[in-house]
Structure formats: C-alpha cells, structure tokens
C-alpha cells in the first residue's frame, strides 16, 4: 500500500555556500579563458601605437611579461578545475590571480603614456577603462577583490595622463563614480549568482521531489491493482464454499451431517470475517488512520481472554496448546490492538502447524516482558523471511500448506506493534515450525491477588440494554447477548433509548451497547452520555463501523465493527468483574 510521499532531505545535497563556491570558481575559470585571449589580442594591437614611441624592446618585455602571467594563470586554472574540493580560500587566490594579471594590462599606461601624443594616450586611456570596467564580469563573483582592483587600475590608468594635461575634477568625479557603480555592478553579480544557486538547488529538490511522488503513485496504482486482485480472487473462495455448504444445510436430512455442515460454515464465515477485518485494517493503515492508545495493561487477564478457545481449536487438530509463564504483570500497550496482534500470531500457529504442539509464554527480562508464541509448522525459508512484512506476500510454505488468507496479518501485526512502541521479531527455519515474539515495555508487577476475578457465566441474569438501527445486527446480537444469559432490551434508535430513559429513570440496566451510527434520533455516543448522567456508574460499550469517533471519552471501550465474539467478552470482563458475583439484577426496563 502507498504511504505519502516525503520531501526530498536537502541535507543530503550539496549545502548551498558549497554551490555558490563551486559555481564562482567555475564562473571565474571559464571567463579567464576568453580574458587571455583578449588580454594577449590587445596586446598586440596597442603594439602598433607604442612600438614606434617607446621602440620594440621595451614594448617586447612588457607584451613578454602579460603573455607569460595570462598563460601561467590560465594552466593554473585548468589543473584546479579538476580539483573535486572548492574552497573560499581557493575562490580567493582564483579571483586575486585575475586582478593581478588583469592589472599588468593596465601598467602600460605608467610606462608607455608619457611618451605617446595627447590623443593617443587618450585613445589608451579609454581602452583601458573599458579593460577595467570589463574585468567585473570575472571579478565580480568576489566583490571585495573587485573593489580593490578598482582602487589600484584606476589610478594606475589615470595618473599618466597628468603628463600631457592637467586632470579636471570632473573627470576626476566621474571615475569615482564609474567606480562606485562598478563596484556596486559586482555586489549585484554576486547576489544573482546565490539567488541563481538557490533557485536552481530548490528546482533540484522539486524536482527529486516530483521522481519520488511518481514512483510512489506508481507503487501505489500497483498496490492497489495487487489489492484488488488478491481480495476478489481469495473472498470468492470462502464466499464461494459458503454459499454451497448453505445449500447442502437445506438439502441434508443426516444429524451427522448437519452437524458437520454447521461447523464448516462456522469456519467458512470466522475466515470470511478474518479477511474482511484485515483488508479494513490495511485501509487504515494505508490512510493513517490507526492509532494507538498506550497505557497500563494487565497482561494476565488479555492472554486468558485471548488463549480462549484456541485449546479446542488445537485438540481438533490433533495436537496441544501449551502455555507457561503466564502471571499477574502490567505493561505499557493498547490492549485492543495487543490483543489483535496475538490472535493473529496465534491464528498462524494454529493454521500452519499439523502436529506437535502450539505454545505461549511469556517471560519477563529486566524492563520488558516477551510474550513468545511458537509452533511446529511448516516454518519459512529465508526468502519468505526476507519479505516477512509485504502486504499481500504468500511464502511458498502458506501457498502449499492448502490454507486460506490475504497475507496481509504480519503486515498489520508489525504495524500495530510499532504503534504501541513495542517491538516483533519473526524466528523460523522450513519444517521446523516458526516462533513470533512481542516484546512490550514493563509497567509495573501487581501483587497476586490484584486481578478481579471473573465470574463464571458473564452476563447471567443481567439487564442489557441494546441499541442497534441495524435490523440484522441487532438480532444477531441479542440472540448472542441471551445465549449467554442476559435479558435483552433491543431498541432500533437513539431516540427509543432516551425515551426507554424517560419511562426508566430509576431502574438502569446493567450494561448499555449502543451502535455509534444511529438513524433516526441521536447517536450512540449522546445516547451513552444522556444515561449516564443519571447513572454515572452504568458499564457502557460503544459499537462502531467508523474509523474515528470524534470527542470519545477515554474511559469508554470501543469496539469495531465487524465484532468477534471473544473480543465483545474481553470489553464486558473489563467492565462487569467489577460488579459483585452475588449480584441481584434489579426490574427490567420497560418500553
């Protein structure tokens, strides 16, 4: 199933001082190139006004000395560019190379001005503003180094030029400006550059962010393809049987028979509502849905709770369920999804183990308490191992043991562990039998004798108020509820209960089930809560086919649609233990 995409972790990319660093550099490289070129160029040109001034030896050392500075830079730069590590010292000595050799330029103007005509020194002059107002496009990445050869070339240009005339301060004026807004030019240059950089890191992320929001939608249009696929192809099966061994229940005149129909009907349709209440579970956790409520849990009771039934379900197959170590001890859970967690472990003991033996205990070691539930099945190959927790993934030993499933329980179980902040860890070789251990933070030990204790028939003699809209819900529940001797008060809606209220105030049941969803009138919730504020003792159980039930109070059980018989029992011994064993029901509710 999908889980929502997470950005892309800008840690693990380039920090952006590092880009802005490497990108200078590569900046300042690839525009020295062209500068040597021009460099050289102009050179050669200014030698046809000075060669015949200052004679070809002296122009021949000058053009020796630019030449050589622009090459050596230039094969400098190149071994750095092939350096993988960039830093700002680097940067420094890059930018300080280019004024330097951008400076040797200008010096022809000390050495060579003087000597030229008015207007040919002018020409210089201009041509070599324009080579220092040039060089910002290299220098401009470091606007400090850009500053400074500003204050060095321009005077350097200037100075000669009070040889042939006086400079007015005009001129004088407006090179300060010129330089100023030079200056200002790189301190711009630079600015772009870091925005350019973070721009592009940031279309870098969205874009690593929209790969990964891709593949993940993908995954999940497969997921859900695979979903639908398992789902239809492993309910049809049981659906299927039920629907045949309904037919042979009509048709069939044999007591031994029906008997055996019952039971395989009975097993049909507790497979069917496995499969069901896993695909609802992997909704919710593909939704985010689930949560989970941590706190003190008697481990004791839950276990006794969970183990009920299971020996039967044993002895019919041929071999035992042992149990050790089980004693009063309190830990840190959610006593609705531990108790999931282990009847689905428990379920797959059960389902892959032939003969030998099945086997819960639990021991405590320092803080934490190991709950370890093993058997002597089919077990698992190391690759049925490797893909131990992948929704929908069916080992080669489930696939030929001839069992039924969705291979989602492993899936789930290791998700409502990690919610409960509790730890799973799978054990198993093939045919040697596989052993599942949950691992759960110690609350406390209670002293022995703590734990109520729970009468032996649970709801005998018991007013029960039940509250379902459900039509077939409701009968099903209140056939259950009088098997297992309560009397039963079955209402259709909210406003039947408050008005049952209304007619009753002075004799309250013994137990309110109220469905949460109840039309017409208000819902289970009000119905609880209108109840209890003339009986504020009155045990209550809220039912529910919804994902979430806003403003539930903490001290409510809940249970979630569809109910197995033994969790409705684990909810009522939580409530009823409490109430005296000699318990005398009071009048029954009237209408």
Not at 93 to 117: D, E, K
Not at 166 to 174: E, Y
Request: glycine share 6%; hydrophobic share 45%.
């Amino acid at each position: 199933m999908n889980h929502p995409a997470s950005a892309v972790n800008p840690a693990a990319l380039p920090a952006l001082p590092e880009l802005v660093l490497q990108r200078s550099v590569e900046l300042v490289i690839g525009q020295s190139r062209l500068g040597c070129v021009t460099a050289i160029v102009v050179s050669l040109l200014l030698g046809t006004v000075f060669v015949p001034e200052v004679g070809w030896p002296s122009f021949g050392l000058w053009f020796g000395v630019v030449a050589t500075g622009f090459v050596t830079r230039q094969v400098w730069f190149e071994r750095l560019r092939k350096t993988a590590v960039v830093s700002a010292d680097q940067l420094t000595r890059i930018t300080v190379a280019s004024a330097f050799t951008g400076w040797l330029v200008v010096l022809c103007m000390p050495l060579f001005a003087p000597q030229l005509s008015q207007d040919e020194a002018a020409f210089v002059f201009a041509l070599m503003i324009s080579w220092i107002a040039a060089a910002v496009a290299v220098l401009g990445v470091q606007p400090r180094v850009y500053g400074a050869y500003l204050c060095v070339t321009l005077p350097t240009a200037l100075y000669p030029m009070t040889s042939h005339a006086s400079v007015p301060p005009v001129l004088l004026l407006a090179m300060v400006l010129g330089g100023y807004m030079m200056f200002r030019l790189s301190v711009g240059i630079r600015a772009l550059l870091e925005e350019a950089v973070t721009t592009g890191q940031r279309s870098e992320w969205l874009a690593q962010d929209l790969e990964r929001a891709m593949r993940q939608q993908k995954a999940a249009f497969v997921a859900r393809s695979r979903f639908l696929a398992a789902a239809s192809h492993d309910l049809r099966q049981p659906v299927h049987a039920l629907s045949l061994l309904v037919n042979v229940l009509k048709k069939t005149r044999d007591v031994q028979r029906h008997e055996e129909v019952v039971s395989e009907i009975e097993r049909t349709s507790h497979s069917i509502q496995s499969m069901f209440r896993s695909l609802l579970e992997m909704a919710q956790i593909d939704a985010d849905s689930m949560h989970a409520r941590v706190e003190r849990v008697d481990l004791q009771p839950l276990l006794q709770s969970v183990l009920a039934g299971y020996a039967d379900r044993c002895r019919e197959k041929g071999f035992h369920l042992q149990t050790r170590g089980i004693e009063a001890c309190v830990v840190q859970a959610d006593a609705m999804l531990l108790e999931r967690v282990l009847r689905n472990l428990l379920d797959n003991a059960v389902k892959y183990t032939r003969q030998g033996h099945v086997a819960l205990t639990m021991e405590t070691r320092g803080e934490r308490v190991e709950i370890a539930i093993s058997d002597t099945g089919v077990g698992m190959s190391e690759e049925d191992l490797d893909n131990l927790y992948q929704p929908f993934h069916r080992g080669q030993s489930s696939r030929g043991s001839g069992t039924d499933g969705l291979g989602l329980g492993l899936a789930i179980a290791r998700h409502m562990v990690e919610l409960m902040g509790a730890e799973l860890h799978i054990a198993a070789a093939p045919h040697q039998g596989t052993t599942a251990t949950v691992s759960l933070l110690t609350a406390s030990l209670l002293e022995p004798g703590t734990r109520p204790n729970v009468p032996a028939s649970l709801l005998a003699g018991l007013q029960v108020l039940l509250v379902e809209d459900d039509a077939a819900a409701r009968l099903a529940l209140s056939l259950w509820l009088q098997e297992s001797g309560a009397n039963v008060l079955a209402l259709s809606n909210g406003q039947e209960a408050l008005d049952q209220l209304a007619r009753a105030a002075s004799h309250a049941p013994d137990l309110l089930l109220a469905d949460y969803t109840l039309d017409p009138g208000p819902d289970g919730l009000a119905v609880i809560s209108a109840w209890r504020k003339q009986h504020p003792s009155l045990p209550a159980v809220l039912v529910t086919g919804e994902d979430e039930v806003p403003n539930l109070p903490d001290a409510l059980p809940v249970l979630k649609k569809p109910v197995p018989p033994q969790a409705l029992v684990s909810a009522l011994q939580s409530l009823l233990p409490q109430r005296p064993h000699d318990h005398e029901p009071g009048p029954p509710p009237h209408r």
